[in-house]
């Protein structure tokens, strides 16, 4: 029997024989989730639905998710504006357009028949007629009443609170600089000068029009200190002790995963942060990250690679911290035919080139997980060579300017020279209120992940629900104009690094050749 039946059949059980009511509210809950979010029912089975009046779909191909989001806030699509089923909406009349609070009854006939509460009837090309029978509509109802429903922690009628991190060897110049622009972003929001109290919301109707409650930004800081498996323990600490609606931009020059396992695991809110190496997790849902730094190198690389085989790659590392990095490459599905040899050292010697150049003859590759120190010890091992844009941090050593062989770079950035009018638009921001420039790219990114957060917390209205929010960032295509450093970005439902792809760019002369970059979508 499927999980989900199994779940549903447990609940029944414990009904009969008098079981704790509590326990069965939550199975009931757990198996609506999987309905709403993917298409399955109790049984399970998938549901199933017609659209269009007579075209027949499954759930899997068309949850209720897909369209009402996963804060079931409702968004809008083009001129169609898809209704909210959150419990602070749904299961309350509605003035605009009038009807009802939906009942259990009532909730099946929309979903069977497309007809609402208040007897409209909805269009058929949108809104699908599950087939589903009285139990399933109770187990999917029995989840609505839970979504969205009560105050997350962090924010009251007076204040909003978030947490920054800063996470491992941050060093405390970036931590400074980061934090110089929260602090004055907030400072700017926090004396109303746009009058936000004095506003109200804006609605159609007399009865959807009420004053705006204006919260001040709270900003705490949270630092992880030790190694990162001790974080987790960290932050259950300060959230104890202080929770917060959200986490706003970060720092830290290593691993990200413990912080992004963290907010999944109390579906909190992040937004931004400033890593390079981020948690990758199919199912990540609370975190949003500007790429997938590091690891998307390694992919770059690899398809380059794989467009220009060769039969031996050698790549060589020492920290610990680029571990991940190296092992992405490694396990690249597209360099399946090659050899590829680890040569890991200790960062207080000297790179291990001599031994990479005999391992890789006159026809091998090398990836170089270095930095520009490291770089300017010794020739270059290979007569071809991948180095990192981000650990060279826009640096151009002589071992690169001196090289004969030939040198790519695997760039996630805007391309030198590109227009980049988001960064200039953070300059302008910055020297209007003397705000120091000296960390250019994460002191951008702060200003980015501040930006958002404002944009969102405005349009959230009175329903201050992370989900919510998240939903709103997933279309929120306007923003991409304000992001700086990164290319193309995109947004979409799910969609949890903005930045996909980058650039493959020739280094000559010590300087990459901007204009034979390859841009790759791994």
């Known amino acids: 029997m499927h999980r989900s039946g199994t779940l549903l059949f447990i609940a029944l ?15 009931a809950i757990e198996a609506g989730e999987r309905m709403y979010r993917e298409g399955m029912l109790p049984s399970g089975e998938p549901m199933m639905a017609l659209v269009g009046g007579d075209v027949p779909i499954v759930g899997t191909q068309f949850s209720c998710e897909s369209c009402h989001g996963r804060s079931g806030m409702g968004v809008s699509e083009g001129a169609y504006v898809v209704p909210p089923v959150a419990a602070p909406l749904l299961f309350e009349p509605s003035p605009q357009p009038a009807r009802p609070a939906y009942t259990a009854e009532s909730l099946g006939r929309v979903l069977r028949d497309g007809v609402t509460s208040g007897g409209r009837e909805l269009m058929v090309e949108l809104m699908p007629r599950y087939e589903l029978s009285d139990e399933d509509v109770t187990t999917l109802t029995a989840y609505l009443q839970s979504l969205s429903a009560g105050s997350p922690p962090g924010i009251d009628d007076k204040v909003i609170r978030v947490a920054t991190v800063v996470a491992g060897d941050a060093s405390e110049t970036r931590r400074d600089a ?7 972003f907030a400072g700017d929001i926090n004396t109303e000068t746009r009058n936000d109290s004095a506003r109200w919301d804006r609605g159609f109707t007399p009865e959807s029009k009420l004053p705006t409650v204006f919260r001040e930004w709270v900003i705490e800081e949270w630092r992880l200190d030790g190694p990162p498996d001790t974080w987790d323990a960290q932050l259950e600490s300060y959230y104890a002790e202080t929770p917060v609606f959200a986490m706003l931009s ?36 609370y975190t949003v990250y500007f790429s997938r730094g590091l690891l998307l190198e390694a992919d770059l690389i690899a398809s380059h690679l794989a467009e220009k085989p060769v039969d031996v790659i050698a790549q060589t590392w020492c920290d610990d911290e680029l571990a991940p990095a190296a092992k992405a490459l490694k396990d690249s599905a597209q360099l399946s035919a090659s050899t590829i040899l680890d040569f890991r050292f200790d960062c207080d010697d000297a790179p291990p080139f001599a031994d990479i150049a005999a391992a890789v003859g006159e026809t091998g590759a090398a990836v170089l997980w ?71 790219r994460a002191q951008a990114e702060a200003f980015y992940a501040c930006l958002t957060f404002k944009n969102v917390v405005k349009h959230m209205g009175r329903y201050f629900i992370r989900e919510y929010a998240l939903d709103m960032i997933d279309h929120a295509e306007s923003m991409a104009a304000y992001m700086p450093l990164y290319p193309r970005p995109t947004f979409g439902p799910g969609q949890r690094y903005i930045s996909k792809g980058g650039y493959i760019v020739p280094v000559v002369d010590g300087a990459l050749a901007a204009d034979e970059a390859e841009w790759i979508l791994p």
């Not at 390079?276 to 997790?281: N, Y």
């Open 250 to 285: 970060g720092v830290g020059t290593g691993t990200w995963e413990p912080v992004g396992e963290f907010c999944e695991r109390q579906k909190l809110m992040c937004l931004y942060p400033s890593t390079d190496l981020p948690h990758q997790s199919g199912d990540d849902f």
């Open 370 to 440: 270095l930095g520009d120190e490291q770089l300017e010890q010794a020739e270059l091992p290979a007569a071809r060579n991948y180095v990192s844009s981000t650990l060279l941090e826009g640096s151009s050593p002589d071992a690169l300017a001196d090289a004969s062989a030939s040198v790519f770079a695997a760039h996630p950035f805007r391309l030198p020279g590109s227009l980049d009018s988001a960064m200039r638009r953070f300059g302008a921001w910055a020297q209007s209120r003397d705000v120091e420039i000296v960390d250019a």
């Open 178 to 184: 980061v934090f110089a622009v929260l602090e004055r």
């Open 13 to 27: 059980a414990l009904s009969a024989c008098g079981g704790d009511t509590t326990q069965d509210k939550d199975l």
